[in-house]
T-cell receptor, first 112, second 115 residues
Framework: DTEVTQTPKHLVMGMTNKKSLKCEQHMGHRAMYWYKQKAKKPPELMFVYSYEKLSINESVPSRFSPECPNSSLLNLHLHALQPEDSALYLC???????????FGPGTRLTVL | AQSVTQLGSHVSVSEGALVLLRCNYSSSVPPYLFWYVQYPNQGLQLLLKYTTGATLVKGINGFEAEFKKSETSFHLTKPSAHMSDAAEYFCAVSDRWAAGNKLTFGGGTRVLVKP
């Protein structure tokens, strides 16, 4: 099974709201990733966690705050977002941080 | 630095015809290469990958790709297109020796299948 789940599927939030995106995998993978994908563009890497520790932050604004509470769960906390942050947010996981990445279905975020 | 170029942002094929999606990469180290497919409003699904060994790689849904080091290419083919193949396809490369397993994606190719 190569399933990565993400909730919610859709999220609409105002610029002053605080919300969180959730990603879960039960494949025993030790690396997890957040990507942002704008319409008609390829995914862009935001963060990488390896063994529950943040290993890469691709210069993402601080209004995006990742959290890895355990090896199966990855959160992305959102605060004071801008309309240009509207996008599809994809989570992925891999066995190790050198292996094939498997993606979740994504959360479609709209910031009003 | 690595980069990926997908020739043609849109490809239109007739049902039953050959599907050929082109991908060229640049990498200073032996790459890992991937093709992912994305259906509308969905995440990315792995079609196939090349790491080492046999240069002709078979994937799901009848797709295959051939790694050609001399041409720095990893083109994706399917002998006979099906309506369900209509989707966005992304070629990607990762640096196997870099920490963090960063995937570099091409710009994507949208496939339209005509009945």
């Amino acid at each position: 099974d190569t399933e990565v789940t993400q909730t919610p599927k859709h999220l609409v939030m105002g610029m002053t709201n605080k919300k969180s995106l959730k990603c879960e995998q039960h494949m025993g993978h030790r690396a997890m990733y957040w990507y942002k994908q704008k319409a008609k563009k390829p995914p862009e890497l935001m963060f990488v966690y390896s063994y529950e520790k943040l290993s890469i932050n691709e210069s993402v604004p601080s209004r995006f705050s990742p959290e890895c509470p355990n090896s199966s769960l990855l959160n992305l906390h959102l605060h004071a977002l801008q309309p240009e942050d509207s996008a599809l947010y994809l989570c992925a996981s891999s066995q190790e941080d050198t292996d094939t990445q498997y993606f979740g279905p994504g959360t479609r975020l709209t910031v009003l | 630095a690595q980069s990926v170029t997908q020739l043609g942002s849109h490809v239109s094929v007739s049902e039953g015809a050959l599907v050929l999606l082109r991908c060229n990469y640049s990498s200073s180290v032996p790459p890992y290469l991937f093709w992912y497919v994305q259906y509308p409003n969905q995440g990315l699904q792995l079609l196939l990958k090349y790491t080492t060994g046999a240069t002709l790689v078979k994937g799901i849904n009848g797709f295959e790709a051939e790694f050609k080091k001399s041409e720095t290419s990893f083109h994706l083919t399917k002998p006979s297109a099906h309506m369900s193949d209509a989707a966005e396809y992304f070629c990607a490369v990762s640096d196997r020796w870099a920490a963090g397993n960063k995937l570099t994606f091409g710009g994507g190719t949208r496939v339209l299948v005509k009945p």
